[in-house]
C-alpha cells in the first residue's frame, strides 16, 4: 500500500513527465507572484527596523534604501526545496536547505552589522565545506578538457570549493548597480534550465525556474523609484551559492548523459561563456588589486559596473547593456563549441576575454583623464578667483 509521500511522488512525477511546459509555466507564475506579494512586505518590514542601505562614498545612490530583498529569494528556495522533495532523487535538499541558510545568515548578519571579511568569508567556506559532503557537487572529472580526465577526490573538493567561493563572491562584488546582479541572475539560470530541461533533471530545472521567478519578481521593485529594494549581500550571496551549484551540477555530468550537440570535455568552455560577466568582474578586479599591492579585500571602484555608469549611462542601461553582452557571448559559445574543436573554441573565448579588458581599460583611462581636466579646471578657477 503507498504511503501519502509515495503517492505525491507519483504524481508529481507522473505530471512532470506528461507536461513538463505546462507545469514549468504555473510553477513559473506561482514563485512569481508569490515573489510580488512578499517583497514589499520585507520592504516595510525593513524600513520599520531601519534595516537600510547608507550610501557611502563607493555607493551607486543617494538615498536611504531598504537592502533586505535576499529575504524573498531565501524563503523561495526553501518553499521550493519542501514542494520539489518527492523528484530529488539523489536526495540532497536537506544539505542544500542547510547550506543555503549558512549562506543566508551570514549575508544577513553582514548586511545587519557589517561583517569582517574573514568572518564573512568563514560563513561561505563552512556552506561550500557543507555542499562538498554531496558527490553531486564534486568534480571528479573534466571528461578530457585540457587533457584531464580524472580527478583525484582530495583535489577535486579543494578545486571544486575554490571555484565555488570565487563565484559566490563574483556576484557579490557585481551587486553595485540596480538590477545587474538580477539580470546577470536570470540570464545564467536561464542557459542552466534549458540544459536541465534537455536532461530531464527536474529537481536542478525546479531551482532554476524558481531564480529565473524571484529575480524578475525583484527587479519591479529594484528599479522602482517610489519602492526600490535592494537584495544586500543577503541576496547575492545566496544566489551565487544557488547558481555556484548548479554550475557545478552540471560539470559533474558524464560525457553519454550530454544530449547536446558538442564534446563533453567542451562544456567548461560553455560555461564559463555563461558566466562571462561575474568571472570577467572578480579576475580584472582581483588582478588590479594585486598589481598595485593592496589586499584583495579592500573594497574600490574599478568595477566594470563603475566604468560603465560613470562613462555616462543610468543604471538600469548599464545593467541591460552588461547583460546583453553576457547572454551575447553565452549565445556565440555554445554556437562555437559546436564548430570548433576545443582548442579553438577556447582561444575564441580567451579573444573575448582579452578584448573585453582592452574596452574596459580604455574607457577606464578615458574617464580618468576626463576627471583629472576637470580637478585641475577647478583649481586653476579657484586660484585665479583667490588672485583677483
Not at 127 to 143: E, H, K, T
Not at 208 to 224: C, D, H, V
Amino acid at each position: 500500500m503507498r504511503t501519502k509521500s509515495n503517492i505525491f511522488s507519483f504524481l508529481f512525477q507522473e505530471f512532470t513527465d506528461s507536461n513538463v511546459l505546462y507545469f514549468l509555466v504555473l510553477f513559473f507564475l506561482g514563485i512569481f507572484l508569490t515573489s510580488l506579494v512578499i517583497i514589499p512586505k520585507i520592504r516595510s518590514l525593513s524600513l520599520k527596523l531601519r534595516f537600510t542601505d547608507i550610501p557611502d562614498h563607493r555607493s551607486s545612490h543617494t538615498g536611504i534604501i531598504p537592502s533586505f530583498g535576499g529575504v524573498a529569494f531565501y524563503i523561495s528556495y526553501i518553499l521550493v526545496l519542501f514542494l520539489i522533495q518527492p523528484i530529488d532523487s539523489n536526495y540532497v535538499s536537506l544539505t542544500l536547505l542547510c547550506s543555503i541558510s549558512i549562506m543566508f545568515f551570514t549575508g544577513l548578519l553582514d548586511d545587519i552589522r557589517n561583517l569582517s571579511p574573514k568572518i564573512k568569508f568563514l560563513g561561505q567556506f563552512i556552506a561550500v565545506l557543507l555542499l562538498m559532503s554531496q558527490p553531486d557537487f564534486r568534480i571528479l572529472s573534466l571528461n578530457g578538457f585540457m587533457g584531464v580526465y580524472e580527478i583525484p577526490l582530495v583535489l577535486s573538493v579543494l578545486g571544486t570549493m575554490f571555484f565555488l567561493l570565487g563565484l559566490i563572491n563574483a556576484f557579490n562584488l557585481i551587486d553595485g548597480i540596480d538590477g545587474l546582479t538580477a539580470i546577470t541572475g536570470i540570464i545564467v539560470a536561464s542557459f542552466y534550465s534549458y540544459m536541465f530541461y534537455h536532461l530531464g533533471s527536474y529537481f536542478y530545472l525546479a531551482i532554476g525556474t524558481t531564480t529565473i521567478a524571484t529575480l524578475l519578481a525583484f527587479l519591479r521593485f529594484n528599479f522602482s523609484e517610489k519602492s526600490k529594494i535592494f537584495m544586500g549581500d543577503t541576496g547575492s550571496l545566496v544566489i551565487g551559492l544557488v547558481l555556484g551549484l548548479l554550475t557545478l551540477k552540471l560539470m559533474t555530468l558524464e560525457g553519454a548523459t550530454i544530449p547536446f550537440p558538442f564534446s563533453p570535455e567542451q562544456l567548461p568552455l560553455f560555461l564559463v561563456g555563461v558566466l562571462f560577466i561575474p568571472v570577467l568582474d572578480i579576475l580584472r578586479v582581483m588582478g588590479l588589486r594585486v598589481l598595485r599591492g593592496v589586499s584583495i579585500f579592500k573594497p574600490d571602484r574599478n568595477h566594470i559596473h563603475h566604468i560603465i555608469v560613470d562613462f555616462g549611462l543610468s543604471h538600469s542601461k548599464a545593467s541591460l547593456f552588461i547583460g546583453v553582452v553576457n547572454f551575447t557571448v553565452a549565445l556565440v559559445m555554445f554556437n562555437v563549441i559546436q564548430i570548433f574543436s576545443g582548442i579553438l573554441s577556447a582561444l575564441i573565448l580567451i579573444s573575448m576575454f582579452l578584448f573585453a579588458i582592452i574596452i574596459l581599460f580604455v574607457m577606464n583611462k578615458n574617464i580618468s583623464a576626463l576627471r583629472l581636466k576637470m580637478k585641475l579646471k577647478s583649481s586653476m578657477l579657484k586660484v585665479f578667483f583667490f588672485t583677483w
